[in-house]
């Protein structure tokens, strides 16, 4: 198998990639003001790149901050967010929008922005704006090794699509229900995507979810698929 990145959950939905090259890439934005991220896991050492999937507060609540502390080269998001972070003082050279179906390489690796099923909304003075659309990752690794991070999603047949084009070996799905997939949802769509590894996400972070590993792991069984449920607890690392 390629040399893997290293995978962190920081709780919720926030995955933090650790390539083998030893730069730091975070998928969503939630981590000082996550209840589920670990104090210790809330000090980055840096931060070469981050990915946002959409523009809810539970994704992009520390994005600004994260921006202004690390001064990321890369933060990838839809056209929409990163007028909204333009708008916030975030560099604009810093900004690389990129919409569905695009890909484009970022610390050396292949990032394409897949589809996701989710609404998305940005907080402006107050008021709730539209935040262009929501969307899910493929981060294809120089060593070849690939990983699908599903954002905020409900369960679609087109994920079939995404093993054909981009054959993930690593999904990171979340389960949580009530706002995206339940663990029922979550192992079809390992069916979809027949990858070797699927790591749990958006889930127990507030009692509303009621999605737990557990369940996700037993749908898997009972499917026979041949998938591996890896479930880390806020701050572990796969």
Not at 17 to 44: F, I, K, T
């Amino acid at each position: 198998m390629a040399e893997r990145p290293t995978f962190t959950w920081l709780g919720h939905a926030t995955v933090r990639v650790d390539l083998p090259g030893g730069q730091l890439m975070l998928v969503e934005a939630w981590v000082d003001s996550n209840p589920a991220c670990p104090e210790a896991a809330r000090r980055l050492p840096r931060l070469d790149a981050l990915l946002l999937t959409h523009g809810h507060s539970d994704h992009i609540g520390d994005a600004i901050s994260l921006a202004e502390r690390h001064r990321p080269g890369r933060i990838v998001a839809g056209y929409e967010l990163c007028l909204w972070l333009a708008s916030q003082g975030v560099a604009d050279e810093a900004l690389s929008p990129m919409s569905l179906g695009g890909s484009q390489t970022v610390l050396d690796c292949k990032v394409s922005m897949v589809r996701a099923d989710h609404g998305s909304g940005v907080d402006v003075d107050g008021e709730v704006r539209a935040g262009g659309l929501t969307a899910g990752y493929v981060v294809r690794c120089p060593g070849g090794f690939t990983f699908y991070h599903a954002g905020d999603t409900a369960l679609f047949s087109d994920m079939k699509l995404i093993r054909e084009l981009y054959a993930p070996d690593l999904a990171l799905l979340p389960i949580g229900d009530l706002f995206t997939m339940d663990p029922r949802q979550a192992a079809l769509a390992c069916s979809f995507l027949d990858v070797d590894t699927a790591i749990p996400i958006h889930w127990g972070t507030m009692p509303s979810l009621t999605g737990t590993p557990e369940a996700f792991r037993d749908e898997v069984a009972r499917l026979a698929l041949r998938t591996e449920v890896v479930t880390l607890r806020p701050g572990e690392s796969w």
